[in-house]
Each structure stands twice: as structure tokens, then as C-alpha cells.
């Protein structure tokens, strides 16, 4: 069972904030969210009724800039979730040291199971709800689990109606709306080279690595192509629907071609169907989270067989998890750094929207390697001067930045 999640992150930002030493009441201030916003967004569905759901947008931070963070469609979005998750924004682009603050959104209801004319109609709705509260200059939004370029077209063009031409006021969008080349797979790109920094720390690398993935959507593709480019050996691999393994190592662009023709994981010719609840703990080097969280929980931390976790999803791993897995000595690369390439790119888009001015795809990925290697380089200092984990070591490194911001504009009025 897993912990809540607002509960869980709240938990390891204290534990930061005691390891940094710092004040009570800023400790306490860093904790609110600036702003939680609640939304009804009601649509005509495609037979005629009327659907109403439940939007909600939590800006946590603007001590560095502008929020940041993406929208989440998916039918477990509620209140602590989205906070929890805007909470990780704000010290994942401390810790990537682009110049946000943090937000998420997202709205209750199963992408699935709507039409294209529905999310488009819901999409719509839920920016008219939330359109003078975001903006290039106060909240950006971006794509997460269940949403991708088309949704962040139409929060663009809802937007503009209101504010005029606004393409920096969301990232993750479709190339000719002035998206960035490269932020597609940026994420899975970025997790992609934070695995092969934390496996070069232990000598080992990509290539004659096992590994495991969870999700396989626009993270989850993306990790697992770049891995298998690198010669890392997928052998297991699930998603929603099921999984697959296959001990001489799955042929991802094979696979890639079999989802891209509307073929299901478990129905992949050369792979054998497992049990969705033994990919987790199945024997590899490497396990790569990329759904939803809180899925290493207190019930299957002790199975685990991976000696190392890179949190490609948000929050895949409790506290009482890794308390766990840190005993058994797994090594656990958090979230706030692992899927950072996400928002580092994301910050890219915007900087190019602002410029009026396009990077070619090898700028982007080059700067975002930049990023990520300065980035592990300054956790693995708070890991040393602060004698802690890779997750308390980001922690640290990214409450301290946001902390420094707070002061810096004169928190203490
Ligand atoms: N899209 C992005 O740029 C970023 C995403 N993330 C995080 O990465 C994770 C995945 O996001 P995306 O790939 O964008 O979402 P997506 O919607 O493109 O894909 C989600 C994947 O998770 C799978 N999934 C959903 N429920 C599952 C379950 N119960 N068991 C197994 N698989 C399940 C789906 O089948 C799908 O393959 C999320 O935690 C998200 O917050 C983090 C940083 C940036
Ligand atoms: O690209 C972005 O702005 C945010 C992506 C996101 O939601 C995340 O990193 O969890």
C-alpha cells in the first residue's frame, strides 16, 4: 500500500530541511503552496450529455520564476497529488538550475476513454478556467502523464484568445507552434543520461546492463530506445495493459513499430506475457519507473532484486520504501534529477518562444547533457559535505537554492 503522496514528499523535504539546518518558519513557508486552484470544467460529451470533471492547478513556488510544471490527465488526479507533484517541480528546477518555480495540474478523468473532440472540448474548458492565473511570465504549463503536443496546442490557442499570441506560455508543443526540437524525447533522453552518470560512479555503464521499464508512453518509449541505442538490454517491459520479457533482451525499434501500428505489449511476437505484479521485482541491474507513483512501496521494496532504481516517474518510490532499499543497498536516483531533462528542455522551448529564434535538435540535447552533468555533479557534493543519499543529496541541493532565492527577496519583511 503505498503512503499519500503529499504526506511523502512533505516527509523528505523536512528531512532536507533539517539536514540543512534551516529556519522553522521558513521551513514552514517553503512547505505552502503559493496558490491551489480548483476548477469545475463541464463539456458537451460527443452523444449530447454534458460531463462535468474536476481541474486543479497547485502553484507551489515562484521564488526563482516563473511556475513550471506539467497537466495531468488520468482518473487518480485529486488534491494531494497534484500538490505533492507541483511541490517536486519547484526543487527539480532548483536542482537543474533553470530559473522556475513549480506547478502541476491536471484534471480527473481517463484520456482513454474520450475523444479526440472531448479532450479537445475539456482542454478548452479547463484554460478558460485557469487562463488568468497562468502566463510566459507567472505559470507555464507542459504535457505529463496522459496528455502530450496536441493538448498543449489547444491550451495555446484557448489562451491566445484572451491574451493575444502567447507560444511561450506553454512548453512541450508541436514543432509548428514554436515547440523545440528535441523536447519529445528530452525526458527520456535526460533519463537516459543520468543512468549512464550514476553507473560510470560504480564502473559499470548502459552497455551489458539489464534493465527493466515500467511505462512505456512518452517517457518510457524514449528511455527504452535510447538505452537500447546504447547497447543497455531491456528484458522485461510493461505498461498498462500488461507486460512482456524476454531474457536476450526485447528489440525495442521492432517494438516501437509494433505499438506504433496499434499492436498491444502483451501481443509483441518475439517477447513472452508476464505478470504486471513480478516486473518490479524481476532480476536486473537496472529498474527504470516511468508510470505512475508510489509504485515501490513497503509491500514490494523487500523483493526487489535491481541494484539500482532511476525514477524516471514522479514519486515512483516511498519513504518506508526507501528506507528499505537503502538497507538492502539498492541505489536510488530521485526523480527531482532522474526525469529533469523533461523541464530542462522545456526551458529551452521558452527561452527560444521568448527569442523569436530556433535551436537545431544537436544544441538542445548538447545542453541538455550539460545540464544533467552539472546537476549530478553538484548533488554528489551535497551527498558528500552532507554525508547523505542521492535523494537527500538533490533534496538538499534543490531546497537550498529556492531557500537562498527567498531570502534574497526579502522574505523576512
Ligand atoms: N512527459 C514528461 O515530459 C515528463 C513526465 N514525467 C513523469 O513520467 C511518468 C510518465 O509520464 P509520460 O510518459 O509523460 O506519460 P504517458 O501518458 O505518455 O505514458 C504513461 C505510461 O504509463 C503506463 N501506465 C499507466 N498506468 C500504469 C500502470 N498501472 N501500470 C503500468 N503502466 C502504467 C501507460 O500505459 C503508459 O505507457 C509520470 O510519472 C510523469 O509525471 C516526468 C518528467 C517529465
Ligand atoms: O516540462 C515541464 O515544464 C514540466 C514537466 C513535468 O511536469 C515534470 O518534470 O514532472
Known sequence: MAMNALAATSRNFRRAARLLGLDSKLEKSLLIPFREIKVECTIPMDDGTLASFVGFRVQHDNARGPMKGG???????????VNALAQLMTWKTAVAAVPYGGAKGGIGCSPGELSRSELERLTRVFTQKIHDLIGTH??????????????????LDEYSKFHGHSPAVVTGKPIDLGGSLGRDAATGRGVMYATEALLAEYGKSISGSTFVIQGFGNVGSWAAQLIHERGGKIIALGDVTGSIRNKAGIDIPALMKHRNDGGALKDFHSAEVMDSAELLVHDCDVLVPCALGGVLNK???PDVKAKFIIEAANHPTDPEADEILAKKGVIVLPDIYANSGGVIVSYFEWVQNIQGFMWDEEKVNNELEKYMSSAFRHIKAMCKSLDCDLRMGAFTLGVNRVARATLLRGWEA
Open 71 to 81: 497537466i495531468r490527465y488520468h482518473p487518480e488526479v485529486d488534491p494531494d497529488e
Open 138 to 155: 507567472t505559470d507555464v504549463p507542459a504535457p505529463d502523464m496522459g496528455t502530450n503536443a496536441q493538448t498543449m496546442a489547444w491550451m
Open 299 to 301: 509491500d514490494n521494496a
